[in-house]
């Protein structure tokens, strides 16, 4: 039987390719089981097979407390130092001892519950070496065959006991996918589950499209091309953003390739899906009128404060420029990173000089300018106050219609408005009275203090994290926890009742 268990263990390991120690392992997990069954659950027993004779001996074991130890629960699995020291006087707690007990012998019945957990084993066994093997491949191209489709997803068979995922929503709609079908996919996560997928792939994500330029465009895979983002309507269209590390190499051209042959290998990959190749250009305003192609723009307003550019284009391309459905807008400003506004020419020039207005009645009414000195301001590109006021004076005396003793004027009022803003928001903070429903949880001199920062009432507290509470002074931070805490109690009362 030893020489069947040996045979055994050869053959599963040569079969399925796992490590014979897991195997052994399996074996070993399994005759503890029987033994417990036999001489009672409660027991810790472990067995050792003697990985060249087949051999086994089984042992009872306890772990080790320290004698004042209150921590003793089950005697059966468990010893004082004192009484485990009869067994191995080397013994220390934490550890175990050992005591031979009789093996269970071999035989049908326990061969079948070995052969159960060796089967887990395996597969358990079988995953992990999926997931050692992939781990390092999230992130790149993989292909392999469809082996079922479900309501769920698409599962493929990417050989060597790996199978992949692809969830219903990470498929191109309306993509028709059959069994035995090859694909390629975009390996998003390699995740270690008990069961089910591990590793989970997808054909929507803008990194598919990516991987499949470097596929088929020689000079992407070589570095000669850099692909810097990349944006996609699935199935529909998509926006590639494209810069050569070589002057001699036209990232546009090679991307395209010879009669379009490379971006129509790419486009049917994915379905026919439409792919613009821009050009990418540091200055982020020329970048964006690049992705808004084939729309051509005829201004463009930036706003570095909002991350955000109006767009004009003229009026009889206005529905090109948003495209269906708001489309070619939508993947210009994924691709560019900016929120992107669309508007005709009429309307920016409506909004443009809107905002002009209202911008010189500011700087009339703040600096007691009359509308001429408001309106040079406005045209040379000053938006607030402080712009005026900090500006180098080097810009102000650059201006053609004022001399130094304006420049001088303006930059006096302008820090002058500045202050009494600041005295006024000061006085205004000080002035702020905590709500009864703060003073009920801080206590009143704290409530104050807190409402001169701008903390007001309950719910303002309960808005805060613990660090910035304690940033505001007069409180360590468990004192600030149990505040939050005490502040937060309503939400949790009002959530019970729904």
Not at 125 to 150: N, P, W
Not at 334 to 357: D, P, R
């Amino acid at each position: 039987m030893n020489k069947e268990i040996l045979m055994a263990v050869d053959a599963v390991s040569n079969e399925k390719g796992v490590d014979k120690e897991i195997i052994f392992d399996a074996l070993e997990a399994a005759l503890a089981s029987a033994a417990r069954k036999k001489y009672g659950e409660e027991l810790d027993v472990r067995v050792s097979i003697n990985r060249k004779t087949g051999g086994y001996d089984t042992f009872r074991r306890w772990k080790v407390f320290a004698d004042e130890s209150s921590e003793l629960e089950t005697p059966e699995r468990e010893l004082r130092l004192d009484d485990a020291r009869d067994l191995d006087k080397d013994v220390e707690p934490g550890g175990f001892v050992e005591q031979p007990m009789e093996s269970v012998p071999f035989g049908r019945i326990l061969a079948q519950t070995a052969k159960q957990v060796i089967v887990q084993k395996v597969r358990e066994a079988e995953r992990a070496q999926v997931v050692d093997a992939y781990k390092d491949r999230a992130g790149t191209l993989v292909s392999g065959i469809v082996k079922r489709v479900d309501r769920n997803g698409v599962y493929v068979d990417l050989g060597a006991n790996a199978e992949g995922f692809i969830a219903r929503e990470e498929m191109i709609p309306r993509e028709p996918v059959r069994s035995q079908d090859r694909i390629k996919a975009y390996l998003k996560e390699v995740r270690t589950e008990p069961r089910g997928p591990q590793l989970f792939l997808s054909r929507t994500a803008p990194e598919f499209l990516i991987e499949l330029f470097k596929l088929e465009v020689p000079e992407v895979g070589q570095g000669l091309i850099n692909i810097l983002a990349a944006a996609r309507d699935a199935g529909v269209r998509a926006k590639i953003a494209v810069r050569s590390n070589d002057p001699r190499v036209d990232p546009v051209g090679a991307c395209v390739g010879m009669r379009g042959s490379r971006v129509q290998a790419v486009s049917n990959e994915i379905a026919g899906e439409r792919v613009d190749i821009i050009p990418f250009d540091d200055n982020n305003a020329q970048f964006v009128i690049n992705a808004m192609a084939p729309a051509e723009v005829t201004s463009i307003v930036v706003d570095e404060d909002s991350h955000s550019m109006d767009i004009a284009v003229s009026e009889d391309k206005l529905s090109q420029a948003i495209g269906r459905g708001g489309q070619n807008i939508r993947l210009a400003s994924e691709l560019t990173g900016w929120e992107l506004n669309v508007m005709s020419e009429s309307q920016a020039e409506a909004k443009s000089e809107t905002e002009s207005s209202a911008l010189r009645e500011t700087f009339m009414k703040q600096l007691d300018v009359d509308a001429d000195v408001a309106s040079i301001l406005v045209q040379e590109g000053f938006s607030t106050i402080e712009e005026i006021a900090y500006v180098p004076a080097s810009e102000l005396n650059g201006i053609e219609e004022f001399d130094e003793e304006i420049v001088k004027e303006l930059r006096t009022r302008a820090r002058d408005v500045l202050l009494t803003q600041a005295i006024a928001s000061e006085e205004s903070m000080d002035g702020a009275e905590p709500g009864a429903d703060l003073i009920e949880i801080t206590g009143e001199s704290l409530g104050k203090a807190l409402a001169r920062k701008g903390i007001r009432s309950r719910d303002d507290l309960a808005d805060l994290a613990v660090d910035e509470l304690v940033e505001m002074g007069s409180v360590d931070e468990k004192q600030a926890g149990e505040l939050i805490m005490n502040a937060r109690k309503h939400w949790f009362a009002e959530e019970a009742k729904v």
